[in-house]
């Protein structure tokens, strides 16, 4: 069994800053994929970023480029997701998941989830 915590969200103004964390159980962690999904209300959940299992590569939706980081610390079984310059539209709640795939933006591709966490900017 997989269990993913996520936590780091809040409220920020837009042009802000916040770190998502999402640590993981499992012994398996380092041989994982890992993405970060987001869905806002009345919305689908959709694709952010994914990290393959040792980092070195990664995928980003077009809408974070340049401005959201994932990366992880296989060491502490974690993976991060940096969010600069945030704008209204990030709004969401924010979820990480497990994949054997790489790369992999589609919901079904993935087997474990977090409880999500909020992150709200506003305006």
């Known amino acids: 069994q997989v269990q993913l915590v996520e936590s780091g969200g809040g409220l920020v103004q837009a042009g802000g800053s916040l770190r998502l964390s999402c640590a993981a159980s499992?012994?398996?962690?380092?041989?994982?994929?890992m993405g970060w999904f987001r869905q806002a209300p009345g919305k689908e959940r959709y694709f952010v970023a994914a990290i393959n299992w040792n980092g070195g590569s990664t995928d980003y939706a077009d809408s974070v480029k340049g401005r959201f980081t994932i990366s992880r610390d296989n060491a502490k079984n974690t993976v991060y997701l940096r969010m600069n310059t945030l704008k209204p539209e990030d709004t969401a709640v924010y979820y990480c998941?497990?994949?054997?795939?790489?790369?992999?933006?589609?919901?079904?591709?993935?087997?474990?989830w977090g409880q999500g966490t909020q992150v709200t900017v506003s305006s």
């Open positions: 499992g012994r398996s962690f380092r041989t994982w994929s």
């Open positions: 998941a497990t994949t054997r795939f790489y790369p992999a933006t589609e919901t079904s591709k993935y087997n474990y």
